[in-house]
């Protein structure tokens, strides 16, 4: 297996007097795309967004590229290379596509030929390059959050549940687009309830639940594998998108 980018190792994050994270151990190998599965309330995003140092782990480590990361400030987190695109998506629907991405540009304007790799895979974002981002469709505004992401090359993304309420023939899309995005060799932690989606472009995957990873394979193994999936993820699975 590939080399381990990001590592947690008894992570425990507390929300207020709530235990919500109970001892996560996590390794998202580099290049690979991790898909972290689970039950609602499982954990997933709070396991993101402790990595992302929104909430601050009260107990044990995070390791991205050789560093301990728990405890950093967000922007310093971003800054070390990993960006996040949360399940509410983090545009500002009232600038227009193109100020949306020069504003997630953080080494000044966005690089011309790098726009040209993200038109490829999501060509609407050229098409409404001039609109303002509210006028942009489901879809279109999840692409335009993923896009902001990768606006510079990023070692890490992390990314919640691209595909909610996403139509089907989009989603085909956004398979195209992460499937470029890892061709490049980013690496990328995905949390997704469609598994289809998870097993078209996971190379291994974690299922949470309780606040716990409890389970770990390659993704290929799980996608062939239905009586684990009923087992591990049961009726919340969304096995048939
Ligand atoms: N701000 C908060 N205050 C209190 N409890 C919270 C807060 N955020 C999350 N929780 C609780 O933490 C648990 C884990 O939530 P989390 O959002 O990480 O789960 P998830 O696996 O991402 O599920 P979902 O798919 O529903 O988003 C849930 O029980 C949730 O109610």
Redesign the pocket.
């Given at each position: 297996m590939a080399e381990a980018l990001l590592t947690l190792e008894g992570v425990h994050t507390h929300?207020?007097q709530?235990h919500?994270l109970q001892g996560v151990d996590l390794t998202v190998p580099r290049g690979g795309l991790t898909v972290l599965l689970?039950?609602?309330?499982?954990?997933?995003?709070?396991?993101l967004?402790t990595i992302m140092g929104l909430w601050k782990p009260s107990r044990g480590r995070v390791t991205f590229a050789g560093r301990d990361i728990a405890g950093l400030s967000t922007p310093d987190i971003a800054r070390a290379g990993i960006a996040y695109v949360p399940?509410a998506m983090g545009i500002f629907s009232d600038l227009t596509v193109a100020e949306n991405m020069t504003l997630a540009a953080r080494r000044g304007p966005p690089d011309k030929a790098r726009l040209d790799w993200i038109f490829a895979f999501f060509p609407a974002l050229r098409r409404f390059w001039s609109q303002p981002a509210g006028v942009l469709s489901g879809g279109q505004k999840q692409m335009l959050a993923i896009a902001r992401a990768v606006v510079e090359p990023r070692a890490l993304i992390l990314v919640?549940?691209p595909t909610k309420g996403i139509a089907p023939a989009i989603i085909d899309n956004m398979i195209g687009a992460f499937a470029e995005l890892k061709r490049e060799g980013t690496t990328i932690l995905l949390?997704e309830?469609n598994f289809r989606f998870a097993a078209a472009l996971g190379d291994t995957v974690a299922v949470?639940d309780d606040?716990r990873v409890v389970h770990r394979d390659r993704m290929a193994a799980l996608a062939a594998d239905e009586a684990a999936q009923t087992r591990l993820l049961g009726l919340t699975l969304d096995a048939h998108q």
């Open positions: 929300i207020g709530y919500i689970g039950r609602n309330g499982a954990g997933k995003t709070t396991t967004r399940e919640d549940e949390v309830q949470m606040g």
